[in-house]
């Protein structure tokens, strides 16, 4: 290569990282993307690189890698709380929760700032928590408390409250939903129909699995069940809900009791999984002893 090249070389260098390139951090809570990176062989070889700027990274970290579904896994280096989100969407979720972890040491009575959204999130977990009514946000005395505590409060309605936990318990459901992807052994589980007072039918599905050498145990689904409920209706429902949570190929066995509906039951999930189960199916149907010995007694 001759000195002329050579010069050229220096000279292109000199203006890729002249001021020209560099970029101001983004203030609207996305993260920037800048391309620089060389070869072995002195060629700029373009490459896109995360520069995350947003004042949220201060606080989280990204565990793992992105999901299948677009959503990433961020903890808290705080309180360890973990979010599963869409990076593209921005995140002023984690801008959120960072204002009032806590454990955070910069999230103090002084310099927090109240936000509407955040407290609306408080409250949608104490309706799951505590069992309250949705109306409960209704509630005259309750409002005087929260404008007696911020005069500037937006009210909002049991329709909205029902939307806020519905986030809830899609967060918790993908959160759990990757935690029995990650299962390495088989999960077991256990099902039952239940009648109310109202003659209404509901099916419960629990998995049960081994974490780190302690036995977990995950309600599914309680769903409402109604009539006819033959051995057919309950394989499919069964395999519905198993579906639904990509659980097909992990089913090691079923616990039922001793309703002859059950055993038909068994017979179709057999047909249904067999390619996936251990032994085709022989360990599949387990009868449940504490029926078994009520029915001793």
Known sequence: MDDETLNLYDDDDDDYLSGNDMMDPSEDGHDSVQDDSTNAAGNRVRRRRKRRHSKCWKHFEIVGDKLPDGTTKVICKHCEYSYFIDLSNGTNTLLRHSRVCSKNPGSTPRSRKFDMMVFREMI??????HDLAYSFVEFRRIREAFEYANPG?????????????????????????KVLSEVPGRICFTTD???AITVEGYLCLTAHYVDN?????????????PPPHTGYSIAMKVMELVKEWGLEKKVFTVTVDNASSNDNMQGVLKTQLRRALVCNGEFLHVRCAAHILNLIV
């Open 124 to 129: 949608a977990g104490a309706i799951v928590e």
């Open 213 to 225: 050498w302690k036995l977990k145990a995950k309600i599914l689904s309680f769903c409402a069940f």
């Open 193 to 195: 129909l239940w009648r």
């Open 153 to 177: 409060i937006e009210f909002w309605c049991r329709n909205t409250a029902v939307s806020d936990v519905r986030k809830i318990y899609e967060n918790e459901k993908a959160a759990l939903r």
